[in-house]
């Protein structure tokens, strides 16, 4: 006979599984042959185990073929040394459903109990326990309400089969639930026809106590959940268990294994179902006004179910939150909370800034509620601990409660999300937590920036003489060496959205620079101490800077550092103090190099009447150690004419200065005019730039002085 299979790499179908196939005659009886010769095998090398197995497997193929009394002559011999694989045998039509067939047990007795298979074993040594997995039961879920059913496919000689208990172990957070029977129940006639659907409402409750070792296989979950009802069935019996169940825990909710439990005077046997059965389901049962309909199940498991978080009903709200703040404000906002569920409520709030952590401010919550744990923590720890706590407490259903959350000041500017998250629980569901997050972008802006111009200014005290000695008892207290002023303005320009008040502005020294000391003050221009910034306008700000070195003998340049303090605050009464530092660039003070610095002074004039000329004064300074010469010469202009020296020359001794002075006869009106002074140093061979004081501009062609145009 030809091979019809390649059986190189996989055996013949009727080898691999010879259940799996449906035999001709000639096949079967070959099968049976098979597993004759096989049992002689190995009763003549005393293989007891192996016996019975291969007796049992030949009695299932004899029940699969129908030759009931060939099955009971083979598989009585393992009546008493296997009892317990005899059961699962001679019960396999009543588990695995094969209705269409008498069963076993019908060639045994005619009204067979399940419950007393053993009675005529005698005492046994111990208890036996017996488990099956099953190869299909129907179980059906939908989110909240859960349907168990279970149908006796019992022959209809049998008696009715009494569970004990019913246990569904759910994974994804879902309390365990344990279906107990109850003996109060009696039953009642549809229990005795075969075919009947019953449908029982199972009321759930919470286990009051649940011993550890009362069921812990097959599944590892606790028993949080219990219910009763009746849970014997008759031979072809249908009963649908509607209940429902209340997931604390989103995620996916899932059956993981059903186990039917029947506790019998010798025996415990337990069915367990598994998830990859529960998933094979293709349907579930509804109850209508017409009968029980059959839904079918579509391409979703019924047997998980994918629960979404709670909504919560708990409102959060900023009343004043605004658009945008500060850099170096103190904020503090005010914060609703409204519980807006069914019940009383205990909550908590948790306030934090996602941004940089350098950037972010740190925030604390005021003293109205509940102090927490960390409200006695420095600011450093409050850096390091981003996230701030405060438990509000109990807050009954319809009512508000509000809390003040502080923003510290933050130096820089960004832009962070503001997070405050409430979590709570109802008084009556303390184990589900719920959570409600509230989520605002928050940009702290710099309220101001700054323009700065250096000036050199004539310092009205003469310059010390360097051809006399002065005795200084107290180095440390006074200063004799060289002396420079000069003069700072400041356009403090406001970019916030809304008027401030600028209360006070200072230019404060950073450090004291080595061997020279300098002193600040401000020239007021403005007789009210608070100045109104407009949004996008700018106020002028001026100050001198009078530098003076120790030692006469330090003609070192040196570099000065400061920094400008603005106290302000919003336009409203109760508004707080707020202090803005701007950096300012640094201030180079070469104190022994010779200078020319121009000066505008007032001209003797009438009332109404328009100046004739400009009186310029150039005054020529020599820091140096050094007599210095200097060639000084005035160039014409078509924009103006002037009298004084045209061309002259100039000799200075050691610290000294001199004055030279021009009157400008303007030939041009309201444009700025820049008389061509030339000062050569002749020691060294360079052009000394002119610097204009107060009132007068300078660039790279000298100091320009302005023209008033005719009215």
């Not at 268990?241 to 415990?268: H, L, N």
Request: glycine letters at 4%; aromatic letters at 8%; hydrophobic letters at 35%.
């Amino acid at each position: 006979m030809p091979a019809l299979y390649d059986t190189f790499l996989i055996q013949e179908p009727l080898r691999q599984d010879p259940f799996a196939v449906t035999h001709n005659p000639h096949d079967t009886a070959t099968l049976i042959d098979v597993y004759r010769k096989a049992i002689l095998y190995f009763e003549e090398r005393s293989r007891r185990r192996a016996v019975e197995r291969l007796q049992y497997e030949l009695g299932l193929l004899y029940v699969q073929q129908g030759e009931w009394k060939k099955a009971l002559r083979v598989l009585e011999p393992l009546w008493r040394c296997t009892a317990e694989m005899f059961i699962v045998a001679m019960h396999s039509p009543i588990l695995i459903g094969d209705t269409g067939r008498s069963g076993l047990n019908s060639i045994l007795e005619e009204n067979y109990d399940f419950s007393e298979c053993l009675d005529k074993m005698g005492d046994l040594v111990e208890r036996l326990n017996v488990k099956v997995k099953a190869d299909e039961l129907v179980s059906c879920w939908e989110p909240l309400t859960a349907e168990l059913t279970i149908t006796s496919h019992a022959s209809k000689s049998t008696a009715s089969i009494s569970l004990s208990r019913v246990l569904i172990a759910f994974e994804g957070g879902q309390k365990n639930i344990v279906l107990d029977h109850n003996h109060d129940l009696k039953a009642d006639v549809s229990d005795s026809n075969p075919g009947d659907i019953d449908w029982c409402n199972v009321h759930i409750r919470t286990a009051a106590s649940t011993r550890a070792d009362e069921m812990t296989e097959p599944s590892s979950g606790n028993l949080g959940l219990l219910g009763s009802s009746k849970l014997w069935f008759a031979p072809g019996a249908t009963r649908i268990f509607s209940f429902e169940i209340f997931p604390r825990e989103s995620g996916v909710v899932r059956v993981t294994d059903i186990t039917s439990t029947i506790t019998s005077k010798k025996f415990d046997f337990q069915y367990l179902v598994t998830g990859d059965d529960l998933m094979r389901q293709d349907g579930y049962w509804q109850r209508t006004s017409q009968g029980f309909k059959r839904i079918p199940a579509g391409n979703h498991a019924l047997n998980e179910v994918r629960i979404r978080p709670k909504p919560p009903k708990v409102r959060i709200k900023i009343p004043g939150l605004g658009k945008d703040y500060f850099t170096d404000e103190s904020v503090t906002l005010v914060i609703e909370v409204t519980n807006e569920e069914d019940e009383d409520a205990d909550i908590s709030l948790e306030a934090r800034f996602l941004g940089q952590a350098d950037a972010v401010p740190t925030l604390k919550w005021t003293a109205e509620a509940q102090p927490s744990a960390s409200s006695a923590e420095s600011l450093n720890e409050r850096k390091q601990k981003p996230i701030s706590s405060r438990h509000l407490g109990h807050i009954k259903k319809s009512q508000s409660r509000t809390i003040s959350l502080t923003l510290d000041a933050t130096p820089v500017a960004t832009e962070a999300v503001l997070e405050i998250k409430a979590s709570y629980f109802l008084l009556t569901e303390p184990d589900t937590p719920i959570s409600k997050v509230l989520v605002n972008e928050v940009v702290f802006d710099r309220p101001f920036e700054a323009n700065y111009d250096y000036q050199p200014s004539i310092d009205p005290l003469p310059m010390p003489n360097y051809f006399q000695l002065t005795e200084n008892n107290n180095p440390q207290s006074a200063a004799t060496g060289l002396r420079q002023q000069w003069s700072s303005t400041i356009r403090l320009a406001s970019f916030a959205s809304e008027p401030l008040v600028i209360e006070h502005v200072t230019l404060d020294l950073i450090g004291i620079p080595e061997g020279a000391i300098c002193q600040v003050s401000r020239i007021s221009l403005d007789p009210t101490p608070e100045t109104i910034v407009a949004p996008n306008d700018f106020h002028e700000y001026q100050f001198e800077l009078h530098a003076q070195k120790v030692d006469l003998d330090d003609r070192r340049s040196t570099t000065f550092q400061f920094q400008l303090s603005v106290r302000w605050r919003r336009n409203r009464p109760d508004a707080p103090l707020a202090t803005t530092v701007l950096p300012t660039p640094v201030l180079i003070i070469p104190f022994g190099e010779p200078r020319v610095l121009a000066s505008v002074q007032p001209s003797p004039q009438q009332a109404n009447e328009e100046p004739e000329f400009i009186p310029v004064s150039y005054t020529i300074e020599n820091p140096s150690t050094h007599v210095l010469n200097f060639d000084i010469s005035m160039e014409t202009s078509d924009e103006f004419a002037f009298s004084g020296p045209k061309i002259t020359t100039l000799q200075l001794v050691p610290v000294s200065r001199h004055t030279i002075k021009y009157h400008i006869v303007p030939l041009v009106k309201g444009k700025w005019i820049t008389p061509d002074l030339k000062v050569l140093d002749t020691h060294f061979q360079q052009v000394l730039r002119v610097h204009g004081t107060g009132g007068m501009r300078s660039d790279k062609r000298g100091a320009s002085v302005w023209v008033d145009a005719e009215e």
